[in-house]
């Protein structure tokens, strides 16, 4: 029901290129309340909750991967700050295997 209704009004599109950027601004405030809200939004998915495992945005999914690889390499956040959103990325429905594969091997 939720993917038919994100399909929408196109709220999800809408969402994360409003969220990117968020976290691609010049604006120091902006790119932290981006991260907060990715932060949020990944901490809000873990893969052991059957509820997060029935929401599954396939069409979002590497949408969601640029977007942490993004904060990943944008050198203008703290290395705590980027480690946070590696490790909830890891474990957030909001990626597919090979997406959190790939960021496994990320140090």
Do not use: W
Request: glycine residues 0%; hydrophobic residues 40%.
């Amino acid at each position: 029901m939720l993917n038919i209704i994100f399909s929408r009004i196109d709220a999800a599109n809408l969402t994360l290129n409003s969220l990117q950027n968020l976290i691609q601004s010049k604006k120091a405030h902006e790119r932290h309340d981006g991260l907060h809200l990715l932060l949020r939004l990944l901490r809000m998915t873990p893969i052991n909750n059957e509820k997060n495992q029935q929401i599954h945005l396939s069409t979002l999914e590497n949408q969601f991967y640029s977007i942490v690889l993004e904060l990943i390499f944008n050198e203008k956040f703290k290395n705590e700050q980027v480690r946070q959103c590696l490790t909830a990325a890891k474990y957030s429905t909001l990626l597919n295997d090979e997406h959190r594969l790939a960021l496994d091997q990320i140090q």
